[in-house]
């Protein structure tokens, strides 16, 4: 018994080694390359002494347009694509659970198809949408950018919420109808509150996601006013982009982080004060909802 | 305004979207791969109408996918071998690691759980950025390996080797890949474990004959949830290698689109690598299915 014990424990001892190892090397070369954002010289390879000329003064991220713009750019493409992507994806979602017809399957199947193809198929699909069909309103760049964001990020939200919907029983919303609600009532009094925690997870999903995309984001841009950051990362990282590279991606995820663990705290005070335990926390929703998608 | 209506109001919006920029988008796709060429301009031309639909492109890029010793079949093979090199690195390390955490960390779980996820919200490409830094011919990597003779002075890690490229995927994607079989095993009953063990079991036949069964749909979907965008990954390699031949599919796909003249092919190879991995997907689709009833939702 004693020896087993001891056989287990040492099987402990290693999955805690592993664990630690794992979490160090995802993560320290993140730390390193925001710790060179500090270097003296203009390497980002080799450490030349501390200094803050890529944060504050002539040669930083603040005073470089090429990096501010790409910085403001990311972020009103984020902001576009939570205020398309959410109400979009929560009123679809609340059709595809609660219709009862033969168009709701393959319209769901339909939704989640940016899902199950990888992401350069569609981003090509959508660069000859919108270069060989003559769509009003949308062309290449902004509009095209965020019009390819949303489609990717939508199904994300719709496996979001479609998760939460299914635990939410349709007899709430009848007995506010047969109380004398208009189904718009029922709809903003009953479904909206109790769907607060998904609407806030697919709202942190989408920021995250809008704000990492590259392959989508780079076939639907136009001019250089439309590089986002993660476009920036690409194409200067093999060049001989200064440290101030790396204070502009050290910016642009410390902002991600922050958002989302604010949403997390309110989503966690949301879930508290509801009692909500089955509804996916937004953190592992952000790759689990393309898991539930299949 | 009855509640049909109403729901159908709702559900509008959304699907005009889905229509347009997934049915339509995929099928201008399609029109590009089965269109011609514009003979004065050398541009694709979209043939819209099933009539007019030409195998070129698609049959051009067909013979390229001989197999053994065509263009794209080399790249092709050379993906499918770096998808999988990468997918068991994801499973050696990101298994346990998904393990320990959804079945021992007991009060650690939420702290460690953070920091699994926190990979995901600092971008890909600063990920990346990060070790282009490190592996440089100056970068720190050299500066501990080439001390221990481990590799020559200078070491070109970023001049389109093989390894560098693999571990460049798998250090991307692992992160995507360890939430979905976390996710699986956290709804795993630890008292089958116990149960094992006190029917005699032990610490391997429990975790061969218990635990790794109970895994099997995290492990799937994880390696689906990871294998998808690799077969489209052209990013990783052009920042960790640049070099041809390393390509991949998404390589090829994303350097055929970026010249005018060969949008069509870029259009034809996309068609039959999603024609390949529907086939693929095909057998885990069905096997979620019903792992999906058997629960019962």
Known sequence: MSSRLRHASWGKIGLVAIVVLYIVWSLAPVAIAFLFSFNAGYSRSTWQGFSMQWWTGSKSVFNLPIYTDAIRHSLLLAVLAVII???????????????????????????????????????????????????????????????????????????????????????????????????????????????????????????????????????????????????????????????????????????????????FALYRLLARREQITDVPAPAPALAVSREGAL | MSPRRYLLALGVPGLIWVVLFVTLALYSLLAIALGGIDPLLLTPVPAWNPVDWSTANVHEVAQSLQPFSGDTWIVFQRTCIYILLALAGCILIGYPVAYFTAVHAGRWRGPILALLVLPLLVSYMLRMLAWVGLLSPQGWVNAVLVPLHVVPANFGWLDGRAITVVSGLMYGWIPYFIIPVYAALARFDTRYLEASRDLGAGTGSTFLHVTLPMSRQGLLAGTVVVALPMFGDFFTNGLLSGVSSTGMVGTLINTYAESQTNQAVAAAVAVWLTVFLGILLLPYLRSSARAGREVGR
């Open chain 1, 85 to 263: 992507t959410v109400p979009l994806g929560v009123s679809l979602s609340i059709f595809l659970s609660r219709w009862r017809g033969i168009t709701a399957r393959p319209a769901s199947f339909l939704a989640t198809v940016p899902l199950v193809v990888p992401e350069l198929v569609l981003a090509l699909a959508l660069f000859f949408l919108v270069t060989k069909v003559n769509l009003p309103v949308v062309t290449l760049g902004t509009s095209g950018q965020v019009v390819g964001q949303v489609t990717f990020i939508l199904p994300l939200v719709i496996v979001i919420t479609i998760g939460r919907l299914s635990s939410i029983p349709t007899g709430y919303e009848e007995a506010a109808q047969d109380l004398g609600a208009s189904p718009p009532q029922s709809f903003r009094l009953v479904l909206v509150p109790l769907l607060q925690p998904a609407i806030l997870a697919s709202a942190i999903v989408a920021f995250a996601v809008s704000i990492d995309d590259f392959v989508i984001t780079q076939y639907m841009s136009s001019t250089s006013s439309t590089q986002s950051v993660p476009m920036l990362i690409y194409t200067a990282t093999r060049g001989g982009a200064t440290p101030a590279l790396n204070a502009m991606a050290t910016i642009m995820a410390v902002t991600t982080i922050v958002i989302a663990a604010v949403g």
